[in-house]
């Protein structure tokens, strides 16, 4: 009897050790998650975030790590194709996106937007000399256009205008198609081709502004996570009202 009650006294103290050290590597982890912010981006779309000397860089990951600051967040970046975001993002795989998202109505079905960062970026197109373009985006119709695959550019010709443009993955890809002769038109944010315009100045090319909507940016969260878009909301606010936000738009020339 003595012997069954010392087995049974055992068999009590094991699983209360093995609760209480389950308890503890729980609120272990949930600490260590707790202080990191997961964030996903498409590091090839310049000047938002691209890669320099294998390190992540760009306006949106400036204003990132600003952010982390704040809301006392370590950030970590996990790069990745601008179509998967959103499913990364609702698959919790990471916890917000930081890619030069413009936020659009079918988007917000499934994701949640902070405020814009940035407003007001236009549209612009770009030909070779040979090919005169009109800031009439109708009178695109009948041209093969590039666009970046998934962004607002897209988003716009495919929905707004009923067009199906050449869908490529990076700046560059745009320009070698447009070189190439596979497209005659490029369109995209004036804040994304500009800088490749200014770096290839020896290169002749028609730029029209388009009469057409201009992009506004923004990050986002799930949409079980309003408590993180405050949070995030609260500290662009607090770096638009203390000067930090201007700062890094000036940097990189918004």
């Given at each position: 009897m003595f012997k069954k009650i010392t087995?049974?006294?055992?068999?009590?103290?094991?699983?209360?050790?093995?609760?209480?050290i389950r308890q503890y590597n729980s609120k272990h982890t949930s600490a260590q998650?707790?202080?990191?912010?997961?964030?996903?981006?498409?590091?090839?779309?310049?000047?938002?975030?691209?890669?320099?000397?294998d390190e992540y860089a760009g306006f949106d990951l400036d204003i990132i790590k600003k952010i982390g600051n704040i809301i006392n967040k370590d950030i970590i970046i996990k790069n990745m194709p601008f179509n998967?975001?959103?499913?990364?993002?609702?698959?919790?795989?990471?916890d917000m996106i930081a890619a030069g998202m413009t936020p659009s109505p079918a988007r917000a079905r499934k994701i949640l937007y902070t405020n814009p960062y940035l407003t007001n970026d236009p549209l612009i197109a770009v030909s070779m000399p040979?090919?005169?373009?009109?800031?009439?985006?109708?009178?695109?119709?009948?041209?093969k256009v590039v666009v970046n695959l998934g962004y607002t550019a897209d988003n716009y010709l495919t929905q707004q205008l009923k067009m199906e443009p050449l869908r490529l993955d990076t700046i560059g890809d745009l320009f070698l198609a447009l070189q190439n002769r596979h497209a005659k038109v490029v369109i995209g944010a004036k804040s994304t081709l500009t800088p490749y315009l200014k770096k290839h100045i020896d290169k002749q090319y028609n730029v029209v502004q388009l009469d057409a909507p201009s992009e506004t940016y923004a990050f986002a969260v799930s949409l079980t996570d309003k408590k993180l878009a405050t949070r995030i909301n609260q500290a662009l606010q607090t770096m638009q009202e203390n000067g930090i936000l201007?700062?890094?738009?000036?940097?990189?020339?918004?």
């Open positions: 087995v049974l006294i055992v068999v009590l103290l094991s699983l209360t050790l093995t609760w209480y998650i707790g202080k990191t912010l997961i964030v996903g981006t498409s590091a090839d779309y310049y000047p938002f975030a691209f890669i320099k000397d998967t975001l959103l499913i990364e993002l609702r698959l919790g795989h990471i040979e090919n005169l373009i009109s800031s009439d985006p109708n009178k695109l119709l009948d041209k201007k700062v890094i738009k000036n940097k990189w020339g918004f």
